[in-house]
């Protein structure tokens, strides 16, 4: 994932740290690396934006095979699931 235009460096550290930790990893592998990095994140005072995180989304489904795009569905799923409210 390149940079993404007009986002704090340091939010853009944590999506390489994240997408680095994830590559390879089934959505059930990913979800807990997706809960530390959210962790971590608001540890650091750094909050996402509903627009930052869309385009994150966006641009991790750009880079992604099929089978890794339904493990980024399913994963967003799972989210939507949690936060219901988000």
Known sequence: ???IP???PK???LIN???KMAAGK???EMLPLLLAISRKSQSMGLNFTS???RIIID???SEASPAQKQ???MMLSLMNQSHPNK
Do not use: P
């Open 1 to 3: 994932m390149e940079n």
């Open 51 to 53: 627009e930052e995180t």
């Open 26 to 28: 089934s959505s059930s």
């Open 71 to 73: 493990q980024i569905n």
């Open 6 to 8: 007009n986002i704090d």
């Open 11 to 13: 939010k853009m550290a």
């Open 17 to 19: 740290e994240f997408k």
């Open 59 to 61: 641009s991790m489904m």
